[in-house]
């Protein structure tokens, strides 16, 4: 595929452009800004390849937070390396946000533990996507940014793997993880896995190439068996969409055979429940009666969904006490104890119907802006997946501003395509 080899590609005019470090190879800048984005779904994975569980004896997620803080922290220095060369107006947009955000927090100060865990992780987290964002915007280089994503759902998929050794003891997650978060890291596995093997421009007989096709139809079922055996109703959702959406972008294409051999893959995934060991069995009907417990035969029913039929009632309660203005971005939760847990409910809770009409006007502008994003069509069904990905995750759980992802979506749809007017310093 052209863009996964697009550094080997480009003279020396074009590498000077993507140089942030003095010393820096500019494909390593770019790697951690990538692995500051799936700091996530790196670590957790590297952590159960190498039999590591986080909140076994001795171990807690200190270890994570101290990797997430170094890879926000070289970010940092590399978004200030570029403001001392020029600040555009994307700088400009982007870091206003950032303090308006800051400043609601100061001026709303929550006291909960939950209020405090949202502003840290977006300090964090969503900072840092942001910051991202503006880079590439300054700097270009997508195609860089996105070249690793084979790599991800290699490190992914192997974890995963390695992960199958802790089921029968009970432990339902990756590393000693959430099972929720495992079901999604599966679940986006399993999407950039298919994704890439239709979006390959050209065929390549290399050695290389014959080995990462028969990996991307060996993690299959690996990555489908995790994502049943985590049970998150939100991941099976985006498992489902992402399969649909890859199969429409290639509707018309002569590569059909590919779509047979993924159907073949996909029975033979079923075929092998038969002979697989009676715990892994239990387990994977466990894990599927939880993603599908929103299902009855009288329709949808979220009685049994780990409460999250409380948890929104008194969030439409709260919306109906306040509807037009709201209990603030992040007051809300002193009040309730937790977040939303869904995208929709978060926006009409914490600024009514005036925040909710701004975002809805702002989403529209956002769909005409990601209609003509100007990046390749393999770009683009990337990016399309992290959309999904994001959003499909904030109508079942979390908030917005905890997901990294969430931000570098948006920020990248409204900065990506503008022209920056930059300030020489």
Not at 235 to 247: D, R
Request: one cysteine or more; a neutral charge.
């Amino acid at each position: 595929m052209k863009q996964w080899n697009v550094y080997h590609h480009m003279n020396r005019i074009q590498l000077k452009k993507y140089r942030l470090f003095g010393g820096f190879n500019s494909l390593t800048n770019y790697f951690i800004m990538f692995l500051s984005l799936f700091c996530s779904e790196f670590f957790f994975s590297t952590c159960a390849i190498l039999g590591i569980n986080l909140y076994d004896e001795g171990n807690d997620s200190q270890l994570f937070m101290f990797f997430s803080i170094i890879l926000a922290i070289c970010v940092c220095v590399m978004y200030g390396i570029t403001l001392l060369k020029s600040i555009s107006s994307d700088d400009v947009r982007g870091c206003c946000l950032i303090f308006l955000i800051l400043a609601l927090f100061f001026l709303e100060s929550p006291g909960s533990e939950a209020g405090q865990t949202l502003i840290k992780t977006f300090i964090g987290k969503s900072i840092p996507a942001i910051l991202i964002v503006l880079i590439v915007c300054k700097r270009g280089g997508i195609d860089l940014l996105f070249s690793f994503f084979n790599l991800l759902m290699i490190v992914l998929s192997i974890g995963l793997a390695f992960n199958f050794r802790n089921y029968t003891d009970g432990d339902i997650g990756l590393a000693g993880g959430s099972y929720q978060a495992l079901s999604y890291y599966a679940a986006f596995a399993y999407a950039i896995n298919i994704l890439l093997m239709f979006v390959k421009e050209k065929k390549s007989d290399s050695v290389y190439s014959k080995i990462n096709i028969v990996l991307s139809y060996a993690f299959i079922p690996i990555q489908i068996c995790s994502c049943i055996i985590g049970g998150g109703r939100g991941a099976m959702i985006f498992l489902i969409l992402s399969t649909l959406y890859v199969m429409w972008l290639k509707r018309n294409s002569i590569m059909r055979h590919k779509l047979t051999l993924i159907v073949l893959t996909l029975a033979i995934f079923f075929l092998t429940l038969k002979f697989i060991p009676y715990d892994y069995f239990v387990i994977l009907e466990s894990g599927s009666e939880r993603a599908f417990s929103y299902l009855s035969d009288s329709g949808i029913d979220m009685s049994d969904t780990s409460n999250r039929d409380i948890v929104y009632g008194e969030m439409i309660d709260a919306f109906f006490e306040r509807p037009l203005i709201g209990y603030g971005i992040f007051k809300y939760i002193d009040i309730y104890g937790t977040w939303a847990h869904n995208f929709f409910l978060e926006i009409l809770v914490q600024g009514g119907l005036v925040f909710f009409t701004i975002c809805f006007v702002m989403a529209i502008r956002a769909f005409f802006r990601w209609k003509s994003l100007p990046i390749s069509s393999e770009n683009k069904s990337l990016f399309n997946i992290i959309l999904m990905f994001s959003f499909v995750k904030l109508f079942f759980s979390g908030s917005y501003l905890m997901d990294p992802l969430f931000w570098f979506v948006i920020m990248f749809i409204f900065l990506y395509q503008t022209t920056s007017v930059s300030y020489n310093c």
